[in-house]
């Protein structure tokens, strides 16, 4: 399984498909040198997923096999997410499986999707053995923000801040350069080059004057640019850093973000799958009030400040109770910062 998430992490990371990776193993004779893929096993063919409209991993591995002229009756596929069972731009993998002889099916992570889902019963109908749930913690992190936004109508949104520790983003002079350090920074832009489109509000446009760009250690642009999205009434100005180089300007007029969303899902180009909402504190605010916050990624410099700007404005929240309780998913140290990813809790 291993092995199939390094396969899996060679297809395209911004791609509306996720990324999976196969291997194809049979029982090993223990004169061949191939027994690597475990005790008794060989490793007859590997495959992953390209991109979309290409073959899925396991039908590329298996036209692999049938490349090497190895014989896939009897062999045990290994795939990082549970083989899809429908017709799409692509046959159904559960088809190609069964057609290929395969005996046995490992699984990571079951799909979610409504879709596509069903194809460990399908299998299981047909005879073939079916384990899931193998290192299924990989097999969730490998397929990032895919996994929560299958099924979805919107993009993905991810709500990041850059704070001290009592919360501030910046002094009672409006300073905020610089709060957390180099390193954080450096992993911020990273970030930024994983996602479609970030999004702030008019104020933040108008008083920060950013670049919402996404640049490389030595400061220079990264490959790819998301687009800059300004969401508001006002004008952004003709000299602003927005209009510099760097992705498309994208003008949002209104304080909806939902509708926000719908206006960048149907924008022309690339498709916007993943939202970067970078500030300010209403704009924030307003996503987590209309329950449109799929991540946080909370920023946290060892700094006290005592007043001045807090990250996240208004939410209505009177009593405790009320609160909005975010689940840990992982806290990265980032030199003298700590990076804490956590998802909002959905009440049942």
Same mark, same amino acid.
């Given at each position: 399984?291993?092995?199939?998430?390094?396969?899996?992490?060679?297809?395209?990371? #911004?791609?509306?498909?996720?990324?999976?990776? %196969?291997?194809?193993? $049979?029982?090993?004779? *223990?004169?061949?040198?191939?027994?690597?893929?475990?005790?008794? +096993?060989?490793?007859?063919?590997?495959?992953?997923?390209?991109?979309?409209?290409? *073959? #899925?991993?396991?039908?590329?591995?298996?036209?692999?096999?049938?490349? $090497?002229?190895?014989?896939?009756?009897?062999?045990? &596929?290994?795939?990082?997410?549970?083989? %899809?069972? #429908?017709?799409?731009?692509? @046959? *159904? %993998?559960?088809?190609?499986?069964?057609?290929? @002889?395969?005996? $046995?099916?490992?699984?990571?992570?079951? /799909?979610?999707?409504?879709?596509?889902?069903?194809?460990?019963?399908?299998?299981?109908?047909?005879?073939?053995?079916?384990?899931?749930?193998?290192?299924?913690?990989?097999?969730?992190?490998?397929?990032?923000?895919?996994?929560?936004?299958?099924?979805?109508?919107?993009?993905?949104?991810?709500?990041?801040? &850059?704070?001290?520790?009592?919360?501030?983003?910046?002094?009672?002079?409006?300073?905020?350069?610089?709060?957390?350090?180099?390193?954080?920074?450096?992993?911020?832009?990273? !970030?930024?080059? =994983?996602?479609?489109?970030?999004?702030?509000?008019?104020?933040?446009?108008?008083?920060?004057?950013?670049?919402?760009?996404?640049? +490389?250690?030595? @400061?220079?642009?990264?490959?790819?640019?998301?687009?800059?999205?300004?969401?508001?009434?006002? /004008?952004?100005?003709?000299?602003?850093? !927005?209009?510099?180089?760097?992705?498309?300007?994208? =003008?949002?007029?209104? #304080?909806?973000?939902? =509708?926000?969303?719908?206006?960048?899902?149907?924008?022309?180009? *690339?498709?916007?799958?993943?939202?970067?909402?970078?500030?300010?504190?209403?704009?924030?605010?307003?996503?987590?009030?209309?329950?449109?916050?799929?991540?946080?990624?909370?920023?946290?410099?060892?700094? !006290?400040? @005592?007043?001045?700007?807090?990250?996240?404005?208004?939410?209505?929240?009177?009593?405790?109770?009320?609160?909005?309780?975010?689940?840990?998913?992982?806290?990265?140290? !980032?030199?003298?910062?700590?990076?804490?990813?956590?998802?909002?809790?959905?009440?049942?």
């Amino acid at each position: 399984m291993v092995r199939a998430f390094e396969l899996a992490r060679r297809g395209p990371e #911004h791609d509306p498909n996720p990324r999976v990776g %196969c291997v194809l193993l $049979r029982p090993a004779d *223990p004169t061949d040198s191939r027994a690597a893929g475990g005790p008794g +096993t060989t490793t007859i063919a590997e495959g992953w997923h390209r991109g979309a409209g290409t *073959p #899925h991993a396991e039908v590329a591995a298996l036209a692999d096999a049938a490349s $090497r002229g190895e014989d896939t009756r009897g062999a045990t &596929a290994v795939v990082t997410l549970e083989p %899809c069972s #429908h017709t799409g731009r692509t @046959g *159904p %993998c559960t088809q190609a499986l069964l057609e290929a @002889g395969v005996a $046995r099916v490992v699984v990571s992570v079951e /799909d979610p999707n409504p879709v596509a889902a069903g194809g460990a019963d399908v299998l299981r109908a047909a005879g073939v053995d079916v384990t899931t749930g193998v290192l299924a913690e990989q097999g969730r992190e490998l397929l990032g923000s895919w996994l929560p936004r299958v099924g979805k109508d919107r993009p993905f949104v991810t709500l990041k801040t &850059a704070t001290t520790l009592d919360g501030r983003v910046a002094a009672l002079d409006g300073s905020s350069r610089w709060i957390t350090g180099p390193v954080a920074r450096r992993h911020a832009h990273e !970030l930024r080059a =994983q996602v479609d489109a970030i999004v702030v509000g008019t104020g933040t446009a108008l008083r920060d004057d950013p670049s919402l760009t996404a640049r +490389t250690a030595d @400061g220079s642009l990264a490959g790819h640019q998301p687009r800059r999205v300004v969401v508001g009434f006002r /004008d952004v100005p003709a000299d602003a850093r !927005l209009r510099g180089p760097g992705g498309e300007l994208v =003008q949002v007029r209104t #304080h909806d973000p939902a =509708q926000v969303l719908t206006e960048l899902a149907a924008l022309p180009g *690339p498709p916007v799958r993943r939202v970067l909402v970078e500030g300010g504190p209403t704009l924030a605010a307003a996503f987590l009030r209309a329950g449109l916050v799929d991540e946080v990624h909370a920023y946290v410099a060892p700094v !006290l400040l @005592g007043a001045g700007p807090v990250a996240v404005g208004e939410l209505g929240i009177t009593s405790i109770a009320a609160a909005v309780r975010l689940e840990p998913v992982s806290v990265l140290p !980032l030199g003298p910062d700590v990076l804490v990813v956590a998802t909002p809790v959905r009440e049942v």
